[in-house]
Each structure stands twice: as C-alpha cells, then as structure tokens.
C-alpha cells in the first residue's frame, strides 16, 4: 500500500478534536509535520499523537519538503486562502477545513489553481460523510420523499458566541458569525441532499444584537473561551441569521442563532416531500414521515466517525486521482451561496444569483 505523507497547519480545536485522531488511525498516511505559529500547541498535538515526527511554526519548511504530499489547512477562516494557494503552488495536495474562505471570490481562486496545478483540493463540509445525511441523499434520489418542495431548517442555540479576541467574533477573519460558522454546514448538506440544487434568488438578514455589547453579554458557557479577551477582541459578526432562497430544486428557509433570549437549542433540518418527509436532528439520526401510510420512522443504524471517513476519502482521493464529495469543485455552490445571503443582508434586499 503507498503511503501519503501530510503536514498539518494548525493545531488548534478540530486538529486535535477530528483530524489528528483520524490522520493517526489511517494506516497509509505518515503525519511528517505539525505546524502552528503557536509552537506549545503543536508540542501538545506531538505528547498525544505519537505518529506526529516534528515540530514546526512556519508552514513553508513543510512546503519545501519534497516528501509531502499533502497539507491538511486548520487554521482560521482567513488564514485558508494563503496557505492553501502556497501549498497548491509547491505542488502539494490539499485538505483545507470549511468554510472554503471568508468569499466567494477568493474560493474560486482557490478551486481554479487547483485545477491549474492538477492538485486535489478538499473542503471539510464533514456532513457529507455523516450516514444520516448519506441515507437522506438517497433516499430522495431513489424518490421516497417524491417531490421535496422545502426544506427548513433551524440551528438556533440560547448561548453559544465564542470567546472574545480569537478569529470567530471578528469578521475580518471569519467572514462572518452564525452563518458562516454554524449555517455552511446546514446549507451545505441541504444542497447535498437536494441532489446539488443550484441558486436563483434570495433574501436574508443577519443581526448583531446579543453581542453588541459583549461586556455585558451574560452566559453560562462559551466556546473558543481559550482566546477570551474582553479588552481587545473584537465581535463586528452575525449572531442571528434569517433567510429565504430559492434552487431550481426546493425552496429553503432557515434561522440561526449563536444567541438568542430563548431558552432552548433547536438544531434540525425538516425536508418536505409530496408523498414523504424527514426530520433530521442535527449531528444525529433522523425520522422519516410517509405521506401514504401515515406511520414513521427513525431507523436504527451505527454513526460512524464522519472525520475519519472524509479523511480517508481525501488519501484515498490523493493516492487515485479522483475527486471525490468534498472536493472543492462540488462545494462552491455553498460558498456563493453564503456570499450571496451576506450581500442581501448587506443591502436589506433580495437578490438574484
Ligand atoms: N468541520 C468542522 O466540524 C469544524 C469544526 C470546528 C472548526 N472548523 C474549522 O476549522 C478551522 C480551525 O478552527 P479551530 O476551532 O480549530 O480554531 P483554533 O483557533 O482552535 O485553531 C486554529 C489554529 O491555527 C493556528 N494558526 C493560525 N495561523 C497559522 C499559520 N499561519 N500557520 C500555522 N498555524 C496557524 C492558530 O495558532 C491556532 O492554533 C476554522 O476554519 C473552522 O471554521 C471546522
């Protein structure tokens, strides 16, 4: 078996949480660099996942090494176009997290070296790998729902803005809040259900209103608390979202929320067919609603790791040469469409694709 030997750029949450225990258990993958301009956060990835062999803070010395093959790109959102575009240059293959980028633009940038370069470029929407997700999609595509006229979904949380002074809350990093944060993968997995629906118009509006004043902003928990720093960070980004599109395929509509003076957590996605419907919960499994016999169901089934599959995809993708779900040129779609809803929201209006 041939091995694909990687380097890993960042070391923060999702390397550690998802992608350092997958890229450890795949047998043909050799972990030869972890990288963080923080090198204490890649020394404590290397005490955990033995595999790792050294330690760097500048992404580049993995670049010229002519034994890498690939680059996973974990870094925060804005940091993606540069080291991506750099790897793709040096020739490497890319696994790059979601979002693509903070826009559009700058994602099809991304996807158009990749081609130049003949290079796999991968973006981690890990929901496509998610089983429940995966019966959905053919499920419809077999016909059991009929026609999906609309889909709603809901990822509204009671408290859940990340810490101040990390990349999250500062839209020059982000690209955004909730809806660049939490919404690419509903919207994505949605258009992935939906058999690849295409865009034609659309109207949202995002809201800054729990955070504006994040001083005063109370809370029992907070994520990415690690890089809390009430002095200088900034929040300028979405923490409620609201919005209409239309595909060629179904109609969606949809709320999020990273706050909101409602006490509950609300994260499913509803798929409404003339002869079925689903209702799937976030992260989990899902029931399905048939329109003829009146009954439901939630069938039973293991979940496995969606990390470990979609990584394994990407080797495999590397080792082959064919491009698999995630790879960039099947995700684009969802990156305009996040463009496309911040443009409206920009102008309070709707707007074509
Ligand atoms: N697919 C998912 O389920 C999922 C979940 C969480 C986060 N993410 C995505 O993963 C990315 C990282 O998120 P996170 O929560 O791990 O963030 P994080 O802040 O915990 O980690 C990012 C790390 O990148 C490092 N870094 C920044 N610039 C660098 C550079 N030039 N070279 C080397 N290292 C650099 C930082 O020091 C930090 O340690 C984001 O794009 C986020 O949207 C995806």
């Given at each position: 078996?041939?091995?694909?030997?990687?380097?890993?750029?960042?070391?923060?949450?999702?390397?550690?949480?998802?992608?350092?225990?997958?890229?450890?258990?795949?047998?043909?993958?050799?972990?030869?660099?972890?990288?963080?301009?923080i090198l204490?956060?890649?020394?404590?990835?290397?005490?955990?996942?033995?595999?790792?062999e050294?330690?760097?803070?500048?992404?580049?010395?993995?670049?010229s090494?002519?034994?890498v093959?690939?680059?996973?790109?974990?870094?925060?959102?804005?940091?993606?176009?540069?080291?991506?575009?750099?790897?793709?240059?040096?020739?490497?293959?890319?696994?790059?997290?979601?979002?693509?980028?903070?826009?559009?633009?700058m994602?099809?940038?991304?996807?158009?070296?990749a081609?130049?370069?003949?290079?796999?470029?991968?973006?981690?929407?890990?929901?496509?790998?998610?089983k429940?997700?995966?019966?959905?999609?053919?499920?419809?595509?077999?016909?059991?729902f009929g026609?999906?006229?609309?889909?709603?979904?809901s990822?509204?949380?009671?408290?859940?803005?990340?810490?101040?002074?990390?990349?999250?809350?500062?839209?020059?990093?982000?690209?955004?809040?909730?809806?660049?944060?939490?919404?690419?993968?509903?919207?994505?997995?949605?258009?992935?259900?939906?058999?690849?629906?295409?865009?034609?118009?659309?109207t949202?509006?995002?809201?800054?209103?729990?955070?504006k004043?994040?001083k005063?902003?109370?809370?029992?928990?907070?994520?990415?608390?690690?890089?809390k720093?009430?002095?200088t960070?900034?929040?300028?980004?979405?923490?409620?979202?609201?919005?209409?599109?239309r595909?060629?395929?179904a109609?969606?509509?949809?709320?999020?929320?990273?706050a909101?003076?409602?006490?509950?957590s609300d994260?499913?996605?509803?798929?409404?067919g003339?002869?079925?419907?689903?209702?799937l919960?976030?992260?989990?499994?899902?029931?399905?609603?048939?329109?003829?016999?009146?009954?439901?169901?939630?069938?039973?089934?293991?979940?496995p790791?969606?990390?470990?599959r979609?990584?394994?995809?990407?080797?495999?993708?590397?080792?082959?040469?064919?491009k698999?779900?995630?790879?960039?040129?099947?995700?684009?779609?969802?990156?305009r469409l996040?463009?496309?809803?911040?443009?409206?929201?920009?102008?309070?209006?709707?707007?074509?694709?």
């Amino acid at each position: 078996m041939k091995e694909v030997t990687v380097a890993v750029v960042g070391c923060g949450r999702i390397a550690e949480s998802a992608h350092f225990p997958a890229l450890s258990q795949l047998e043909n993958v050799r972990i030869k660099y972890a990288c963080d301009l923080i090198l204490e956060k890649a020394a404590k990835i290397k005490e955990k996942f033995s595999k790792v062999e050294q330690l760097i803070t500048d992404y580049k010395i993995a670049l010229s090494d002519p034994e890498v093959d690939a680059v996973y790109v974990l870094t925060p959102n804005y940091v993606h176009y540069t080291v991506t575009m750099d790897a793709l240059r040096a020739g490497k293959h890319v696994f790059c997290e979601k979002p693509i980028t903070v826009n559009y633009s700058m994602s099809r940038e991304m996807s158009d070296e990749a081609e130049k370069q003949n290079r796999m470029l991968n973006i981690g929407v890990c929901n496509r790998y998610h089983k429940s997700v995966e019966l959905l999609e053919e499920m419809n595509r077999n016909g059991k729902f009929g026609n999906i006229y609309h889909v709603y979904c809901s990822f509204r949380a009671f408290r859940s803005i990340p810490g101040l002074g990390g990349s999250f809350t500062d839209r020059a990093q982000s690209g955004g809040g909730v809806l660049i944060d939490w919404g690419v993968h509903y919207l994505d997995l949605i258009l992935y259900i939906l058999g690849g629906a295409k865009l034609k118009n659309l109207t949202c509006d995002t809201y800054c209103e729990m955070a504006k004043n994040m001083k005063e902003y109370k809370y029992r928990s907070m994520w990415a608390e690690d890089t809390k720093n009430t002095e200088t960070g900034v929040n300028d980004v979405d923490d409620f979202v609201t919005g209409y599109i239309r595909t060629d395929k179904a109609s969606i509509s949809f709320n999020g929320a990273w706050a909101q003076n409602v006490d509950i957590s609300d994260t499913y996605v509803d798929f409404l067919g003339d002869k079925g419907g689903a209702r799937l919960s976030y992260g989990g499994k899902f029931t399905f609603f048939d329109g003829s016999t009146l009954s439901a169901e939630t069938p039973e089934y293991e979940i496995p790791n969606m990390y470990l599959r979609e990584d394994a995809d990407f080797i495999n993708s590397v080792l082959t040469g064919e491009k698999t779900r995630n790879h960039i040129d099947y995700v684009l779609e969802s990156a305009r469409l996040l463009d496309s809803l911040y443009k409206s929201a920009e102008i309070r209006k709707e707007i074509e694709c």
